[in-house]
């Protein structure tokens, strides 16, 4: 009570000494002195409406228990779920910038998870292994379009060839012009002839979805090496190949291959060789399914168990905090109404888990729930483990 009147007769007490400090008092307070922000960020987030934003994290999620790092930024662990929060300071120490990140709810048990994910519309697939053991599936044997998280499969078969000796981590590989792909990534950009290592260009397919490096890692290991465990992406299309066919310029060749059979579709793969990379906007987006990856959620999970520990997995970790986790490896995918999370990761005791979701829509997806859920059941194993 001291405390409001003194803010009433224009007392303005000092601006906490540390962020995490800064987001416990954002909690705890609900009234903002303004000398805590630096003019432009009072100006674009005023006091009364953070209040109006923190008033409302509270309704749905209780009280603040906890602040903790987490990636970048910070966590305010809640009653009853999770808020990333991210902000730097001045060098006076004063809020610069501030954003709330999608919370997260806090989930009690396995169970209490799977009855939250089955409430996201449309098509889902998940699947929970811990060592070895399944320990929660909600259709795990459904054939999902997965994105980018078909690059999975190219990295086995390439880990598969560098053991038997055929291709070596160090190899020297010429980017070819053939092999140019649209973003995400950067080798798009770089000249022609540029050598990268097998190695590099394995971590650039991975930790960035680089879609030209991917293609490159394709044609070195060889179509039909991937297609062999890669059952229902027949024939199994590069990057490349992806983007012309759902390009507006390939009208007709889109037509014919929707309606051939394999061979017909090796056929029409051949003929897009003559036609030019399409730009980013000349790429249409229409059914998922049509022209995908499909994988299950249990051959991504395999597939993870078995690359988790190449370097290429490391570096990116998605949604898990990679200090909290002893090792811990991801790949994610998405399109229009197609995402896709595969997460292996080893706790401090020595526990392995695997987590793949996969959701298709017929329509653009709102990818923050799957996040929200996604990022909830890794706290739940992070608190299991």
Known sequence: MAGAVSERIGYRPPVPDTPPAIVRELFERRLYPGNWFTEDLRNTLPPARLKLMVDALAEQFGSLRNVRSSGEGYLAELERGSVPVMLTLDLAGRLASLRFSTASPRFGSLEEAAAAFRKLPESLSLLVIRNNEQVLAIEPDRLMAVGSAFKLAILKV????????????????????????????????????????????????????????????????????????????????????????????????????????????????????????????????????????????????????????????????????????????????????????????????????????????????????????????????????
Not at 278 to 300: K, M, Q, S, Y
Not at 365 to 370: A, F, M, T, V, Y
Request: contains cysteine; proline residues 5%.
């Open 158 to 385: 390439l880990a598969g060839q560098v053991a038997a000796g055929k291709i070596a981590w160090t190899d020297l590989v010429p980017l070819e012009p053939g092999w140019r792909a649209l973003p995400s990534g950067v080798l798009h950009d770089w000249p022609a002839d540029v050598s990268l290592t097998v190695q590099t260009l394995a971590c650039l397919m991975i930790s960035m979805s680089d879609n030209t490096a991917t293609t490159a890692v394709l044609e070195l290991v060889g179509r039909e090496q991937v297609e062999a465990i890669a059952p229902h992406c027949r024939p199994f299309l590069t990057p490349r190949e992806f983007f012309i066919l759902k390009s507006a310029q390939a009208h007709d060749l889109r037509k014919r291959y929707l309606r051939a059979d394999t061979a017909g579709r090796r056929a029409v793969l051949q003929a897009l060789r003559d036609i030019d990379l399409p730009r980013g906007a000349e790429v249409l987006t229409f059914g998922n399914r049509d022209i995908e990856w499909l994988f299950t959620a249990r051959e991504l999970c395999g597939f993870m168990n078995e690359v988790a520990a190449l370097p290429a997995m490391r570096i990116n970790p998605g949604l898990a905090d990679k200090r909290e986790w002893r090792a811990a490896a991801f790949k994610g995918g998405s399109d229009i109404g197609v995402l896709s999370l595969n997460t292996w990761l080893e706790g401090a005791n020595g526990t392995n888990w695997c987590i793949s979701a996969n959701w298709n829509s017929e329509q653009p997806l709102k990818s923050d729930l799957l996040y929200s859920l996604y990022t909830a059941l890794i706290d739940l194993l992070r608190r299991s483990t």
